[in-house]
């Protein structure tokens, strides 16, 4: 890129790898749960806390959902998960928890952590959404954990035992929440992250503008009584 004068591509690929940040993966080659693949990690961690972030959750806020975590952390040498609350008829596609107060605005103590509970047994409408922060006694209770919702180990399971004996908060989130996990999502998500994007963002708004006039256009064609 150099010797091609690609000095802003060159950039770009610089801030990623100039920062000192070193990646070490794991694979967990079989679908065990969440719960599983988060104890394949457990000597990347050692005796520290750690954050847990799903991929297809994107979380957009001022200050980033991680970080909004870690400062609770510091207050309260407690872990801690994300949730927000989501329409009551979608619960049974998450974790859900039982709040049994509210500490302070959006920190809630909680009585119960339910991985995927039926509509009509599910304790609230805050669902986890994929961050948390975890103290590392998580992973003797993974260690001995039977397999729950699906047959799979689930982190939340662990979690709801975790706080028989350390506090487990939640923190409501209250910004924008994408979950590219499902093809709908997927679509909607590079939509709206593209409609800010500066590369893009110049094309896709009236790209969109003319394709939903001629949608519409389409619509009353196929409304309109044949003569
Ligand atoms: C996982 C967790 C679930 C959580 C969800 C958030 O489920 O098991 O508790 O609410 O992520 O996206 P999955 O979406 O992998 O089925």
Request: negative net charge; charged residues 30%.
């Given at each position: 890129?150099?010797?091609?004068h690609?000095?802003?591509?060159?950039?770009?690929?610089?801030?990623?790898?100039?920062?000192?940040?070193?990646?070490?993966?794991?694979?967990?080659?079989?679908?065990?749960?969440?719960?599983?693949?988060?104890?394949?990690?457990?000597?990347f961690?050692?005796?520290?806390?750690?954050?847990?972030?799903?991929?297809?959750?994107l979380?957009?806020?001022?200050?980033?959902?991680?970080k909004?975590?870690?400062?609770?952390?510091?207050?309260?040498?407690?872990?801690?998960?994300?949730?927000?609350?989501?329409?009551?008829?979608?619960?049974?596609?998450?974790?859900?928890?039982?709040?049994?107060?509210?500490?302070?605005p959006g920190?809630?103590?909680?009585?119960?952590?339910?991985?995927?509970?039926a509509?009509?047994?599910?304790?609230?409408d805050?669902?986890?959404?994929?961050?948390y922060?975890?103290?590392?006694?998580?992973?003797?209770?993974?260690?001995?954990?039977k397999?729950g919702?699906?047959?799979?180990?689930?982190?939340?399971?662990?979690?709801?035992?975790?706080?028989?004996?350390?506090?487990?908060?939640a923190?409501?989130?209250?910004?924008?929440?994408?979950?590219?996990?499902n093809?709908?999502?997927f679509?909607?998500?590079t939509?709206?992250?593209g409609?800010t994007?500066?590369?893009?963002?110049?094309?896709?708004?009236?790209?969109?503008e003319?394709?939903?006039?001629?949608?519409?256009?389409?619509?009353?064609?196929?409304?309109?009584?044949?003569?």
């Open positions: 890129m150099a010797a091609k690609k000095d802003r591509l060159l950039d770009m690929v610089k801030s990623t790898t100039d920062i000192g940040v070193n990646l070490f993966f794991v694979r967990q080659p079989y679908p065990n749960g969440l719960g599983d693949a988060v104890r394949l990690a457990k000597s961690v050692a005796d520290e806390p750690f954050v847990v972030m799903l991929g297809d959750d979380m957009s806020d001022k200050v980033p959902l991680t909004q975590l870690i400062n609770e952390y510091e207050d309260t040498h407690s872990s801690i998960l994300a949730v927000k609350r989501v329409p009551h008829e979608e619960v049974s596609a998450y974790g859900v928890i039982d709040p049994s107060d509210e500490v302070k920190l809630f103590n909680v009585s119960r952590f339910v991985e995927k509970p509509v009509e047994d599910a304790p609230s805050l669902a986890i959404i994929g961050r922060l975890l103290t590392p006694e998580i992973f003797g209770i993974l260690d001995n954990l397999p919702k699906g047959g799979e180990v689930q982190l939340t399971d662990a979690i709801d035992k975790l706080n028989e004996t350390q506090r487990v908060f923190h409501e989130f209250t910004g924008d929440r994408y979950d590219v996990g093809k709908f999502g679509v909607q998500t939509i709206e992250y409609l994007h500066p590369e893009v963002k110049d094309k896709l708004r009236p790209y969109l003319e394709l939903g006039k001629r949608l519409l256009a389409d619509d009353k064609g196929a409304k309109a009584p044949k003569k």
